[in-house]
């Protein structure tokens, strides 16, 4: 899941604690690094708030890293016929370029970035600020935190973002995805939250100043409680996590939870479990996933659903924050699975933003910023794509590479000033 000068950890020893072996410069957390003049209500969840989800999961050879090819390779390959990501990324502003065994129609080689790399953050949080996003969730795979080779690589992903955070006045919340998790692997959650709190200060405004907070209080997310595909950890665990991270020893955390698009009905992707609904009152934001769950010709029938639960948390002192996003395919991933949601030039993404809002909804989960493994990212896309066994979706002609940043901050600024978004996407005149 992908910040600035100031600095976070209180040694370069906590970075070495931390497994971050590669990073040259140390977070301090002492008041002088603090932003001189923090506007704390930036980073609240508060009315007007639109915040994507940020992976940070893509490697190359030659980053540091050492994971190769990661989140881009199929098997051990990363070439023509093999690999996973559908959409390749607009590179014209990365610092450090890598290049692959992909080319474009002219021959020439085509280079992609890598997440592991700060300047590579930085320029996606340098994104955030010149388009109006306000943040990201930081994702935290547990699949891959409770593995050294994984938690230094996110360690060193977390460590960029929370400087350039800090550099473009953006804000950051960690997101644990329990996606592959098992009972036994929660305290892994609880271990990883503890280094983190400690070692970035983010549940102290006097030691960091940009986190996210709800309410008073840091807000941590968990996403994937009540989905009803066989996982390997249960309601009772998510109880165990929900009740340390609102304890005093968890820093006395405000907690989303991830859930399915029908965690109210319990029906379709949700479990039936009467605990369900206990288990989401426990929390205090509540983050329903709709990826994948309609196309834009089935938008209208699914948009009331969004009215229903924005009353049902309103009744039960929630807060509500959907998803939109602004399409999706896995030719590369799953070539015969042949599942695709056309972006239709930004009209399904817009569609969607305005819709939410319509049916009272205040604040946005942008889904994803720089996931083009399975075709959802917002950040600047390539309109000229490589050529040859594997197939990539270009950007649509008729709009520009930035074109779904430009729409998410439009839609942000309009959500701040009370503005209802109109119906039909607004137009972005291309420079």
């Excluded at 950890?9 to 008041?31: D, E, R, Y």
């Excluded at 006045?169 to 609880?190: K, L």
């Excluded at 009540?226 to 609102?246: A, C, P, S, T, V």
């Amino acid at each position: 899941m992908k910040i600035k000068t100031s600095h976070l950890l209180s040694a370069i020893s906590l970075l070495i604690a931390l497994g971050i072996t590669s990073c040259s410069t140390g977070n301090k957390n002492t008041n002088e690094n603090v932003s001189k003049t923090p506007s704390f209500e930036k980073h609240t969840m508060s009315p007007g708030l639109i915040m994507a989800g940020y992976q940070g999961w893509f490697n190359t050879p030659g980053d540091g890293a050492e994971r190769g090819w990661y989140h881009l390779k199929k098997g051990r390959r990363f070439e023509p016929g093999a690999c996973t990501i559908d959409m390749w990324p607009d590179m014209t502003e990365y610092e450090k370029q890598y290049e692959t065994a992909f080319n474009y129609s002219d021959g020439s080689a085509a280079t992609i970035f890598s997440s592991h790399d700060e300047s590579t953050v930085n320029l996606h949080f340098k994104w955030m600020k010149d388009y109006g996003i306000d943040g990201v969730f930081m994702q935290r795979f547990v699949g891959e935190v409770k593995r050294e080779s994984g938690r230094n690589h996110f360690n060193k992903v977390l460590t960029s973002a929370s400087k350039a955070a800090l550099e473009y006045d953006r804000t950051i919340a960690v997101m644990y995805d329990m996606s592959g998790m098992s009972s036994e692997d929660v305290n892994v959650i609880i271990e990883d939250w503890k280094k983190l709190k400690d070692n970035y200060g983010f549940t102290k405004r006097s030691t960091y100043s940009n986190y996210l907070f709800n309410e008073g209080k840091p807000l941590v997310a968990i996403w994937g409680v009540g989905f009803n595909d066989n996982r390997k950890y249960n309601l009772d665990d998510i109880e165990k996590i929900i009740r340390f991270l609102k304890s005093e020893e968890g820093g006395s955390c405000s907690v989303l939870l991830g859930v399915p698009t029908y965690w109210r009905e319990q029906g379709n992707d949700c479990i039936k479990d009467e605990k369900m609904h206990e288990i989401i009152q426990m929390a205090d934001v509540v983050h329903p996933w709709f990826v994948g769950r309609f196309n834009e010709n089935r938008y209208a029938n699914f948009k009331p659903l969004i009215g229903k639960d924005k009353a049902w948390c309103d009744e039960h002192n929630l807060k509500y924050m959907p998803v939109v996003f602004p399409g999706f395919s896995w030719y590369n991933m799953y070539p015969d699975a042949k599942s695709s949601i056309d972006r239709n030039s930004g009209s399904f993404f817009w569609k969607q933003l305005s819709g939410a809002t319509s049916e009272g909804a205040e604040m946005i989960y942008l889904a994803m910023f720089d996931e083009i493994d399975e075709a959802t990212a917002i950040f600047k896309l390539a309109k000229r794509v490589p050529v040859g066994e594997s197939k990539f979706v270009p950007v649509d002609e008729d709009i520009p590479s930035d074109h779904y940043l430009w729409l998410s901050g439009q839609a942000g600024q309009m959500m701040k000033n009370k503005q209802a978004l109109p119906i039909e996407k607004p137009v972005q005149n291309e420079n």
